[in-house]
Structure formats: structure tokens, C-alpha cells
């Protein structure tokens, strides 16, 4: 069945970086975007931007240019997401989660467990 | 950026209950809308996709209605492990993204 399988938690100084990976199993890697979404304790879900696995394209929500940078490695199927210049404000879970459609951008399904980021001093 | 107001921000209800949702979009989005289910500790859920279309697997107590800025998930009757907190989602074609409502808890009265 289709997986995601997320990275570890990470705790972070502010300041630093941040790489989350997403390995990707049951399904054809290149041919659905992965999407990155955050979530901030208590609070709601802010997408973050997606990476297109087949040719590399990325599209980042405004909030995060600049700041994030999408990547993979198809060899392994999986992806990374890179966020540079830590704030308090960044502690969230990062989830992963695939398009529901070849080749386009659509909806999100299935999601990743998610990945506990805490900035702190 | 379109901004997705939902509302009530907490529905209070028992099984068995109809469940009533509502998405608001500050402009039109279309059919371009979903709505997704977490539950504590979890990562979300597709349910609806496309302002109306169930996802794989979910059952058919939920379904969706609306278009254009107006939008409603409703579930028929309530079991016990629907009670979580509901997000609904706008996909904008250009420029592309995406932006979730603030979500609704559905808790048991």
C-alpha cells in the first residue's frame, strides 16, 4: 500500500536548519507531487509548498520563499524539505503528504506520520 | 491569497446527530475545495475532494455540497470516532496553492 514514512523529531537552536526527509514506498515515486504542510501546536494546517519528484519543479507558498527548499532523490525515493534561519515560531510538525493525481497538483492523500520540530534556546 | 472561514469553530453533538460544517471562501474557488479529518495524535485525512467527490474508503455518511464560496460537509449520522477536527482546503489554479480553514471540532455533547 501506499506509504510515506517520515524522519525523526529534530530539535533546533534558533538560527539553524532544519532537513526533514519522506521516503515514498507502494507506489510510482516520479509520477505524484509531495506536498509539505506544517502544523504549530494547537493550532491549524499551513501548506508550505509542493516539489514535483519526476522533474525536480518546486512551488513554494509566498510565507516560505527564501526560506524552504524542496528536494529528492529518486534513487531512493525520497524527499527532503530545508528550512534555513530557524524561529521559536517554526516549531510544528512538518507532514508530508502525495497528490491524489499524476503529473498535477491536486489534493492530499495519504499523509506522512509527521515530523515534531522544536525551536529552541 | 483566498482566506477559508469556517464555522462553528466548535459543534457539540451526540451519536447519531446530523453534523453540519460549514466553508466559507473570501472569492470564488470553484469546486476546487476539500475537506479532511484529524484526529488527536494523527496525521489528516482525505474525505472530500472537489467540493463533492468521497475518497477512497470513506463511508457514506459524509458527504459535500456547494460551490463558488459557500460549502457544507455533512455527516448523516454520527458514529463515535467521527468526532475530531474537520479542515476544509481551496486549491487556486494561479497562482498555484493552496490555503486550509481554521478547522471545526466536532466534540460529543
Not at chain 1, 94 to 119: E, H, I, R, S
Request: proline share 6%; charged share 15%.
Amino acid at each position: 500500500q501506499v506509504q510515506l514514512e517520515q524522519s525523526g523529531p529534530e530539535v533546533k537552536k534558533p538560527g539553524a536548519s532544519v532537513k526533514v526527509s519522506c521516503k515514498a514506498s507502494g507506489y510510482i515515486f516520479e509520477g505524484y507531487y509531495i506536498h509539505w504542510v506544517r502544523q504549530a501546536p494547537g493550532q491549524g494546517l499551513e501548506w508550505m509548498g509542493w516539489i514535483s519528484p519526476n522533474v525536480g519543479g518546486t512551488n513554494y507558498a509566498p510565507k516560505f520563499k527564501g526560506r524552504v527548499t524542496m528536494t529528492r532523490d529518486t534513487s531512493i525515493n525520497t524527499v527532503y524539505m530545508e528550512l534555513t534561519s530557524l524561529r521559536s515560531d517554526d516549531t510544528a510538525i512538518y507532514y508530508c503528504a502525495k497528490d491524489t493525481t499524476v503529473m498535477v497538483n491536486n489534493w492530499f492523500d495519504p499523509w506522512g506520520q509527521g515530523t515534531l520540530v522544536t525551536v529552541s534556546s | 491569497e483566498v482566506v477559508l472561514t469556517q464555522s462553528p469553530a466548535t459543534l457539540s453533538l451526540s451519536p447519531g446527530e446530523r453534523a453540519t460544517l460549514s466553508c466559507r471562501a473570501s472569492q470564488s474557488v470553484s469546486s476546487n475545495l476539500a475537506w479532511y479529518q484529524q484526529k488527536p495524535g494523527q496525521a489528516p485525512r482525505l474525505l472530500i475532494f472537489d467540493a463533492s467527490n468521497r475518497a477512497t474508503g470513506i463511508p457514506t455518511r459524509f458527504s459535500g455540497s456547494g460551490s463558488g464560496t459557500d460549502f457544507t460537509l455533512t455527516i448523516s449520522s454520527l458514529e463515535p470516532e467521527d468526532f475530531a477536527v474537520y479542515y476544509c482546503q481551496q486549491r487556486t489554479n494561479w497562482p498555484p496553492g493552496y490555503t486550509f480553514g481554521q478547522g471545526t471540532k466536532l466534540e460529543i455533547k
